[in-house]
């Protein structure tokens, strides 16, 4: 293993900038999975000291994604005979969750990324394999333009309309995760093919005409995760950058289980960030309890317990996504009904302790604190509104339901992008 490239030096923040139709900064090539996680780690390392201040001003971190582009980290999933690392799902993971674990925001912007690359690999020619796998060794960032609220009538949706020997999109989406610091936005998208609605994925360019994009989000978790508006105004849109989606779908892909990993993922990193904040603040400001009759809260019985619950918790959902990815990689190198449904549950059980530990994670850190961990310069409740913002991506009560239902009556989960 090699660790080659060095991180670009930070530069002063900027709150916004224009669009990067430049292209983006030189991008090392990683060689396998240790140097992927090894690489995770450095930019962790540089993007843990300023995760309150982003958080709190709503700072967009520009510099931040150049350096994980450079990094080569946005080209790790692309297979090996495409000059790519080709890393086992547990390192995806791994590298997501390192990334989370310093900054909620900045784990989930590049989990898009990954699922495009992911749809690509299950859909896409030759042709768009290698062209857009080239993008991604190169360190171009691709967002997303999936989600919009409510249109079932197809004029109102996101569609695509012929155009001579291509198309034109049409439409307008929310909770565009990444599309702000994108290079390349995958759009979901439909089409009127002999009276019925078929849905694609159009990877459009950021800077093509007729595209808007929003800053808009304003939740009170992941706030700097540049998941606004995007709004296509008749956009051109050539055939070699569609992909099949709906039919991904139609037999059995791992499109769905990826996804869900990283997204398992995301929630791991918060937790270990939230419990990794939560020793030191008791060690260095916590009050023990009266009761406990000891000199400081890192002796107080009860905390001591706590603790070790909330580890405990954390190390579970650990080993449940490791074991998750490991499912993952056989059902992409043997897909079928029976490999799939086992990686999708692997999948949903790791997803349902993740969202319950990094919870918890985030709320023991204040019960263990105590009042002065809600001060606002702490910045400490970032864990926690990140966590309970992400966890709300697709209801974890549906996780339970696929999972009893596999072991009770044997049925294989529903195939989408949410299982």
């Avoid at 849905?199 to 540049?226: C, E, K, L, S």
């Avoid at 549950?345 to 918890?360: D, F, G, H, Y």
């Amino acid at each position: 293993m090699s660790l080659l490239f060095t991180p670009p030096p930070a530069a002063d923040h900027r709150d916004s900038r224009p669009a990067p139709a430049a292209p983006p900064p030189r991008a090392h090539r990683i060689a396998d999975d240790a140097e992927a996680i090894a690489a995770a780690q450095l930019l962790a390392e540089r993007f843990a000291p300023d995760a309150a201040l982003r958080d709190r001003e709503r700072r967009l971190p520009w510099e931040e994604l150049d350096a994980l582009s450079a990094s080569g980290l946005l080209g790790i999933t692309v297979p090996r005979e495409h000059g790519g690392a080709g890393v086992s799902n547990g390192t995806l993971a791994e590298v997501i969750a390192t990334l989370a674990a310093a900054d909620g925001s900045l784990g989930q912007i590049p989990q898009n990324h990954y699922y495009a690359l992911e749809v690509l690999r299950v859909g896409g020619t030759a042709a768009q394999r290698a062209a857009f796998y080239a993008r991604a060794l190169a360190g171009e960032r691709f967002g997303n333009a999936l989600a919009e609220i409510g249109h079932k009538d197809f004029k109102r949706r996101t569609r695509l309309v012929p155009d001579g020997d291509g198309f034109r999109l049409i439409g307008n989406k929310f909770y565009c995760t990444g599309a702000v610091f994108a290079h390349q936005i995958p759009t979901l998208a439909v089409a009127q093919e002999d009276g019925r609605e078929v849905t694609y994925i159009a990877i459009v360019p950021r800077d093509a005409a007729g595209i808007t994009i929003v800053d808009d989000w304003d939740g009170f978790g992941q706030r700097v995760t540049g998941s606004g508006s995007v709004t296509f105004d008749n956009v051109r849109v050539e055939a070699a950058w569609v992909l099949p989606f709906q039919a991904s779908f139609e037999t059995p892909t791992t499109i769905g289980p990826v996804a869900q990993l990283m997204h398992a993922a995301i929630d791991l990193g918060i937790g270990r960030g939230a419990f990794a904040a939560t020793l030191p603040f008791i060690r260095d400001h916590a009050r023990p309890w009266v009761d406990a009759k000891v000199a400081r809260a890192s002796e107080d019985p009860l905390t001591i317990h706590q603790v070790g619950d909330v580890k405990v918790r954390l190390r579970a959902a650990e080993a449940l996504v490791r074991r998750a990815g490991r499912n993952v990689d056989a059902a992409q190198r043997s897909p079928d009904a029976k490999t799939v449904a086992a990686a999708s549950i692997a999948v949903a059980e790791a997803r349902a302790a993740t969202t319950t530990a990094s919870l918890q994670a985030g709320t023991r850190l204040f019960e263990l604190g105590g009042t002065a961990s809600t001060l606002d310069g702490q910045g400490l409740d970032r864990f926690w509104r990140n966590a309970r913002t992400h966890t709300l991506h697709d209801p974890v009560r549906w996780k339970y339901h696929a999972i009893g239902n596999y072991y009770l009556n044997d049925r294989l989960p529903t195939r989408h992008g949410a299982l």
